[in-house]
C-alpha cells in the first residue's frame, strides 16, 4: 500500500525512532509498504518516520531505473564504521522542491537486521554510503538540511515558509 510521505516541516519528522526488538509478520508489512511508496515518489531510500512510522527501518534502491530493482532493507541500521569525505547533492522525499550539498562520509559499514531478522553487512561507497547516512539520520529525527550552514539553513527555511504560505 503507497502511503503519504510526511514533508517539512512536519514535526513527526524530528521524533526519533525505536528499535524494532523482533521482526514480525507487521515489520514486513511496513517494509513492503515502504518500498512501494519509495518506488512510486520516486526515490532511492525513504525512512519509517517519513511516513510517520517510528520505528528504526529503512530501505534504498540505488539501481538505475533501466535495471532490475535491488531493495536493500535495513532495520535497526547501525553505521560501525566511516572513513572518507563526499560532498553531494541531496535532495529527499520529505523536503520536494529542494536540494544541497552535503559533507557525508564517503564510504561507511552498516550493520542491521534483514527481513528475516539475520544480521547483515553492507560496504557503501558513493551514492550508497549516502543514502544510508541520509536514510539513518531520519531514525534519529535529523533532516538533511539539519546539516546545512546556518545561512543555508535560514534561506531554504524562508523559502519553506514561502511555499506553504503560498499553499493557504
Not at 527501518?57 to 535495471?67: G, L, T, W
Not at 531493495?71 to 529527499?92: K, M, S
Not at 558513493?126 to 531520519?138: M, P, T, V
Request: with cysteine; hydrophobic share 40%.
Amino acid at each position: 500500500m503507497i502511503r503519504t510521505i510526511l514533508t517539512y516541516p512536519n514535526p513527526e519528522l524530528k521524533k526519533k525512532s525505536a528499535p524494532v526488538t523482533i521482526v514480525t509478520d507487521s515489520t514486513r508489512e511496513l517494509v513492503q509498504d515502504m518500498a512501494e511508496t519509495m518506488y512510486d515518489a520516486p526515490g532511492i531510500g525513504l525512512a519509517a518516520p517519513q511516513i510517520g512510522v517510528h520505528q528504526r527501518v529503512i530501505v534504498i534502491d540505488i539501481s538505475a531505473k533501466n535495471e532490475p530493482p535491488e531493495l536493500i532493507v535495513a532495520i535497526n541500521p547501525v553505521i560501525i564504521h566511516a572513513e572518507g569525505d563526499a560532498y553531494e547533492e541531496e535532495g529527499c522525499l520529505s523536503v520536494p522542491s529542494y536540494a544541497a550539498n552535503v559533507k557525508r562520509h564517503a564510504r561507511v559499514i552498516v550493520k542491521a537486521l534483514d527481513l528475516d531478522g539475520i544480521e547483515q553487512t553492507w560496504k557503501a561507497d558513493d551514492l550508497l554510503a549516502i543514502a544510508f547516512q541520509h536514510e539513518i539520520d531520519h531514525l534519529d529525527g535529523i533532516l538533511f538540511v539539519d546539516h546545512l550552514s546556518t545561512l543555508k539553513r535560514e534561506l531554504f527555511q524562508r523559502k519553506a515558509r514561502k511555499a506553504a504560505e503560498e499553499k493557504q
